[in-house]
Structure formats: C-alpha cells, structure tokens
C-alpha cells in the first residue's frame, strides 16, 4: 500500500476516534428550549450518563442527565410514533431513580416535571423547593408550579432572583421588553410557551416594570385552580360547566384554553393581545388579529393597525441590541429564531416606507431584517430565502 495514503487512513482513524470518544464523554444536557441537539446527540449522551450511573447510582447529577437526554431523545425522535413506549422509558428512569435516591433533590423535582405539572404531585416541588430554594436550574420548574398553584410569593421571589442571577437571556428580555410596551395601557396579553412567558414574568417582577398588564398563560387555563383565580381577577363570569363536564366536552387541554380565551375576550373591556410565539391556537382568532409589529392584538372590528406598527418602530421599541450585543448570552440559538417575528412583523412597515417615498427609514429597517436573517443559522437555504422574500417589494 501506498504509505501517503496510509498516513492518510491513519489520519482519518484517530479522528473518528477521538470525534467517538468526545461524543461518548457526559455533557450537560440543558433545556432544549435553551440548547437542542440532533436525536444522536442525546442518544450518545444517554449511553454516556448510563456508564456513570452503572459506575454510581446515587449519582444525583447522572440521573438528572441522563432523565433529560432521554427525553428528549424520545420525544424527538421522528422515527419513534408510540408515545406510550416511550413514555414507558422514562417512566422506568423514575422507578429506578426512587430506588436509589428517593429522597434527593433530584428525584423530588424530577417526579414533579416528569408528571407534567401536574398539581396532585406538587408535594414532590414543594419538597424540592424547600431543599434548594436558591437551583437557578430548575426555576422554570418554580415558576411553573407558582403559576398554576396561584402562590403568588413564591413566583415574585423566584422571578426576582432569576431576573437578578443574570442567568437568563439578555436576548429573550429585549424582545419581550418590546411586546409589552407596546401594548395599551391594562392590556391583556396570552402567552404560549416558556420563551413567551418568562421573560415577562422576570421584567415584572425583576424590574418591575409593566404591572398595568396581565399575563395570561393560555396551556394553563385547563387548569380549574389557576382558571377560576385568572377569571376572578378580571372580574369576569365563571366559565360554565364542572371539571367532569368540561374534560367530557373538550378532551384535549388545548381544546378548553382556548374556548376559555374566548371566554374572557368575550367579557373583558381591556385591549387584548397574543404572543405572535403561539402555534396553531392563533387560528382560532385569525381573522381578527392584527399585527402591531410583534404582538397579534385581537380586535372584532379592522383598525389602522399599520399606524401603531410604525408607532411601535419609531418611537417605542429598543432595537438596539439587534444590532450589537455586550452580553453573553446562551439562549442565542433560540433568540436568533424569535427575532424573525421582527421579519415578518414589519414587512407591511418596510413597504410603505419603499411606496411613501421614506428612503432613510426604509434603508434603516431594511438593513436591520436583513442583519436578523443574515445571523440566523437556517436548516437550509429555501428557509432562508422565504425571510428575503418578505424584503421585497409586494408583489402587484
């Protein structure tokens, strides 16, 4: 054999070796919220979390690990279609997990999470809280629980110390500062998700800042407890019907947050508004959303909605740190993909500046979507493409 060329096969082995060998080494597995992976990456680091616990089982950092990047193997996976096989693995995570460290923090928080907040496993959270009050880790997990369980204290405190450990993202912060000063005065805004809700809770209660609105997570209204206080609050009716009538009429949880959202729209005189981050529940109300640039605000008659969207642009959004950023920030991925809604927001505003004539805000804004595409890693190029296409001229 040539022995250029078995150097170079020399080359290429210890590569794939090493490239092996740093895959099978235990990560951190962090929120895909704040961080995601292929499905091989968490399958790599499930078998790297497994030897450590095959080496420990009352290894509490492990198992947290290894929970994660399980699940979010599992529930990321394109191949696997049986939710029940799959939630039967981590249901044995839990089981072997009690067996070897029942008493932890871990495993009190982790039960909590696993059962999908639900509220007849809050003794494992309030537990968990009590044992480390201070786990910015797991503070999406206290705020959750505080949200639904309506313990008002401990979402302030948490909220406030997540806010003042810096730990959160600068990124998530600036945009969601944006959503919310644009709204009117005592606006109602529903949020979906932990990107759309946190960030408000934090500037509320971190900065104290725009405690005229109210948050109203709309995946939590199923909930009878944090349902009947949101309503109470807002002095608006019950919604009608018992918990055994309501999960009869509508089985899916979804299903009941937004007959619950209509509910309140129906009742409530104060502006209205939803996260342009929700999903396919935007539907519902599509035809009477009207965007001001980021948020969608719900009106049942047309407005000049264009007017407040360049309101927004000129006068009142900090844009910034669009442009330039000071602060590390871990969320980066994620904040690149929201700060696409800015693309699509001002699409309307970016063409009649180029119609009106209104060169030097045209060329600005133009410069800045084009700054936002240009630093977001896309899968692929077609999806790129669709978000230049909102930077040209309308078609006629």
């Known amino acids: 054999m ?27 597995v ?57 939630n039967a693995r981590l249901e044995k995570i839990m089981q072997d997990m009690k067996k070897s460290i029942p008493n932890s ?9 696993h059962n999908g907040n639900d509220l007849r496993k809050s003794a494992y959270i309030t537990k968990a809280i009590a044992m480390r009050p201070d786990e910015v880790d797991f503070f999406p997990d206290y705020v959750s629980f505080a949200i639904l369980s309506r313990n008002d204290t401990l979402l302030t405190n948490t909220c406030k110390k ?26 109602i805004v529903f949020a979906n998700g932990d990107n759309s809700i946190y960030p408000k809770l934090l500037l509320q209660c971190g900065k104290n800042l725009f405690k005229d609105k109210k948050l109203i997570c709309l995946p939590f209204l199923y909930e009878q407890n944090y349902r009947e206080r949101v309503l109470e609050e807002l002095g608006i009716p019950p919604f009608p019907g018992t918990d055994k ?10 299903q009941l947050s937004l007959e619950i959202a209509k509910h309140i729209i129906k009742y409530t005189h104060r502006p209205v508004y939803f996260s342009a981050m929700g999903g396919g529940e935007l539907d519902s109300f599509k035809d009477s959303l009207y965007s001001e640039g980021l948020l969608m605000r719900y009106s049942a008659k047309s407005y000049d909605n264009l007017a407040v969207t360049k309101r927004n642009y000129e006068q009142i959004f900090l844009l910034d740190y669009l442009k330039e950023g000071f602060t590390p920030d871990s969320y980066k991925d994620m904040v690149g993909h929201i700060n696409l809604n800015y693309v699509t927001g001002f699409r309307s505003l970016l063409e009649f500046y180029r119609v009106t004539g209104d060169l030097n805000n045209y060329t600005k804004l133009k410069t800045q979507l084009h700054a936002i595409i240009d630093n977001y890693s896309f899968d692929n190029s ?5 978000y230049l296409k909102c930077l040209e001229p309308a078609q006629k």
């Open 2 to 28: 040539n022995i250029r060329k078995l150097k170079y096969i020399s080359v290429i082995v210890a590569c794939m070796a090493f490239q092996s060998s740093f895959a099978q080494t235990p990560q951190k």
């Open 30 to 86: 962090v929120s895909f919220v704040k961080e995601s992976h292929d499905v091989e990456w968490y399958k790599q680091q499930v078998e790297a979390w497994k030897k450590v616990l095959d080496k420990d089982k009352h290894n509490e950092v492990a198992w947290e690990n290894y929970y994660r990047a399980t699940r979010y193997e599992v529930f990321n996976d394109t191949n696997m279609k049986d939710y029940n096989s799959a």
């Open 105 to 113: 923090y871990t495993y009190n928080v982790l039960m909590y999470y």
């Open 162 to 187: 997540w806010y003042e450990s810096g730990e959160y993202s600068a990124g998530l912060l600036n945009y969601d500062y944006n959503e919310m000063a644009g709204m009117e005065k005592d606006g």
């Open 245 to 254: 009538e309501l999960n009869a009429k509508y089985p899916a949880n979804n």
């Open 382 to 386: 077609d999806s790129k493409n669709e």
